[in-house]
């Protein structure tokens, strides 16, 4: 799979500074955000270096933090990411889209077609019956060309499970040769087809989803997919970074009701320890 930060909020511990200054200050929203970068006497800080401007977000960050863990989570849905995902699998999207307070675009099944040279694929799936009279030198080369094939459309393929998918692949073809329309022929792919899409959440949600889908006891499909989430937006900026995390991490306590992976204890266990 492969994950791409495509568009972020610009600047946006200085937006949840502002949206948070706004509900405890009897100053206005659009005074604070004019002056927020500017020296102790109202003027435009012709001094904003590096260190001064993470110095002045550093102070803005701690006011923010402290209005999130008190459970003010509203001024993170100021801040918006949008991001372009290529590779997962159906089935990890089915889990994806589940998520309400996000906008998906997906690439569609109806008129994105499956075009492979079906004559070569009958080819190479009798080079690689069992049984064939084909020499080990023809069966290698014809494996070689398979697996980057069945790999552009599904996750998951192995020297050991490649022959399930060349046959999912081709009875998908023949339908399509025969007439069957795309939207109808997909009914054969399995939930390991690949699929691409486009997710744009705000920060809220998007915490909310870490602390569900980074937990060790998340398929690891999606686990995967949100710690390469998690490293985009770190690299853009750190503190949003570090907000994503498993529930255990934020709770220090494992919330999970029948079976822990062990990371935290579970609550249960911090009770009864009492």
Not at 194 to 219: D, F, G, P
């Amino acid at each position: 799979m492969k994950v791409k930060l495509i568009q972020m909020t610009e600047d946006p511990i200085s937006i949840m500074w502002t949206a948070a200054r706004t509900c405890y200050s009897e100053k206005s929203p659009i005074e604070m955000w004019d002056n927020r970068y500017k020296d102790s006497y109202g003027e435009p800080d012709m001094d904003l270096s590096n260190q001064v401007f993470n110095e002045k977000q550093e102070k803005m960050w701690n006011l923010v933090k402290q209005v999130l863990d008190s459970g003010h989570l509203s001024i993170a849905e100021h801040v918006y990411f949008t991001f372009a995902i290529e590779g997962i699998s159906r089935s990890c999207s089915h889990q994806l889209v589940r998520h309400r307070h996000c906008t998906f675009s997906q690439q569609s099944q109806r008129y994105v077609e499956i075009k492979e040279n079906l004559n070569r694929l009958e080819d190479i799936f009798l080079i690689l019956t069992p049984g064939s009279d084909y020499n080990l030198e023809e069966m290698d080369r014809a494996e070689r060309e398979l697996l980057p094939i069945l790999n552009k459309y599904f996750v998951s393929v192995t020297e050991d499970n490649y022959n399930e998918y060349i046959q999912i692949l081709r009875n998908y073809l023949y339908k399509v040769k025969l007439g069957m329309k795309p939207e109808d022929a997909r009914m054969v792919l399995p939930n390991a087809t690949k699929t691409n899409l486009v997710m744009s959440c705000n920060l809220r949600e998007l915490i909310h989803i870490c602390n569900l889908r980074l937990c060790n006891r998340a398929q690891l499909e999606i686990r995967e997919l949100f710690k390469e989430i998690k490293k985009q937006v770190t690299r853009k900026n750190e503190y949003i970074g570090n907000l994503l995390v498993p529930n255990c991490e934020k709770l220090n306590y494992c919330p999970e009701q029948h079976k822990s992976c062990g990371r935290k204890p579970k609550l249960s266990d911090l009770i009864s320890n009492k």
